[in-house]
């Protein structure tokens, strides 16, 4: 079983930046991939980016592509999305989540931390 906690989210101005973090326990060696996903009120769940646990390999959706980085720490057993220049429409619920193999669903999530920007 893996369990993922995210932290980092907060309220924050256009063109601001955050750093969410996402904490991976249990059993980190099965994850094949982390990925972010975030969901806004009255819009569905969407992907934001993912990351290959073991090679680190990210892929972004447009939407954040070129302001969003994506990354982790082994030793930490930590996932982080670094997010800059922030727009409104970047305001969601943001979930971490984490897949075991290539295909197929994501396995596990977290429960979500909220990040909100204001103009």
């Known amino acids: 079983q893996v369990q993922l906690v995210e932290s980092g989210g907060g309220l924050v101005r256009a063109g601001d930046s955050l750093r969410l973090a996402c904490r991976v326990s249990?059993?980190?060696?099965?994850?094949?991939?982390l990925a972010w996903f975030r969901q806004a009120p009255g819009k569905e769940r969407e992907f934001v980016a993912g990351?290959?646990?073991?090679?680190?390999?990210?892929d972004y959706a447009d939407s954040v592509k070129g302001r969003s980085t994506i990354s982790r720490d082994d030793a930490k057993n930590t996932g982080y999305l670094q997010m800059n220049s922030l727009k409104p429409e970047d305001t969601a619920l943001y979930y971490c989540a984490a897949k075991k193999m290539l295909l197929g669903q994501y396995d596990y999530w977290g429960q979500g931390t909220q990040v909100t920007v204001s103009l």
């Open positions: 249990g059993r980190a060696s099965s994850i094949y991939k």
């Open positions: 990351i290959t646990w073991s090679r680190g390999i990210p």
